[in-house]
């Protein structure tokens, strides 16, 4: 039986944020979005979203379908420091696309930044504050948030070549040879000269 | 006045062999799409699509509205050898992505390909044979295919963060600051070691 009333159970109240959230992002992009208008339009108690998704990026994560939680995973990344983390988000990066699932909420985030400007423009803001600017905060030379896109360019253009385009033999070639040619890339663009 | 009747002129003709050849290319792919049968499907001579077209590869270009025609543009680049043509490459394809004409025609091949699988196989089959079948002939080391496609992969990456997703400040950095950061990544797919 569908429910109906005005208290919904708290899955018919995630759902309701969640489709409040995806409107509002759309509408006013991921730094425009609150928490308080976002529960004003699903009908809830802002103290409810909280309770769900932890914070706006959580929510974000959520409505976008978002493969994985950057702000739950980065930090383990980066914690080690510089020395290494080109091929550490290499082989975390392969490991998420290798996942039918996760590859497959990551491909619909391309397909919709290609064919649709707000969704590239809310995918462009939350990278860049989200991941990005998590990885240039870890980066120790001059032009932090330069490199940190370098970063993203070579990442993109790898799932794009094996797992969009799906170009042989980068498609077919074993995580470990993709980890070895593309790591010093990463690497080079962390912590190397750009000149 | 519309023209009528069995004998169209020549750019009747070349619409004709064109409409043909984007359904032969879908239908069949790159590799099974004949010029006989794309210019009896258009109910033409196939004599007459050399004259127009110059070749099946020259009439994917058009069909496709390619925005530069690679057998035409990538003999130059190579011709010199290997030696600096990581940043041959791109400046090339900078000057191409820089245009906003050509960007758009860029654009709406990747476009294509992260929406229709078919679009996806079309320009798989083009670009391997077309594209990276000419760098890896280029290069001397171990693996050119492989490293022909690393070298596309951070080329359609370079595209995505600087033109479509447009992360900053990649995508307000000047082209001479992105060839610095990004051709020594192209000269070590091509030349370096990847292992």
């Known amino acids: 039986m569908a429910r109906t009333g005005r208290r919904p159970g708290a899955s018919g109240s995630r759902a309701a944020i969640l489709a ?5 992002f759309a509408a006013h992009g991921y730094d425009g979005a609150t928490i308080r ?40 990344l980066l914690a080690p420091g510089v020395d290494g983390l080109g091929e550490r988000l290499v082989r975390f990066f392969l490991s998420i696309m290798e996942a039918p699932g996760d590859r497959g909420a990551f491909l619909g985030l391309i397909r919709g930044a290609v064919t649709h400007e707000e969704s590239a423009a809310l995918l462009r803001e939350f990278v860049t504050r989200e991941v990005l600017g998590r990885v240039a905060a870890a980066v120790n030379e001059s032009q932090p948030e330069l490199r940190a ?33 593309v790591a010093p890339t990463i690497q080079r663009y962390l912590a190397g000269s750009l000149t």
């Open 37 to 76: 208008g976002i529960a004003g339009q699903a009908g809830l108690d802002p103290a409810m979203v909280p309770h769900f998704f932890g914070s706006k990026q959580g929510l974000f994560v959520a409505a976008m379908e978002f493969p994985v939680d950057p702000a739950a995973l980065l930090p383990g």
């Open 149 to 181: 896109t370098l970063v993203g360019s070579q990442l993109v253009g790898l799932a794009m070549a094996r797992y969009v385009i799906r170009i042989e033999p980068l498609a077919a070639a074993d995580p470990e040879t993709v980890v070895a040619a």
């Open 20 to 24: 409040a959230a995806r409107r509002a």
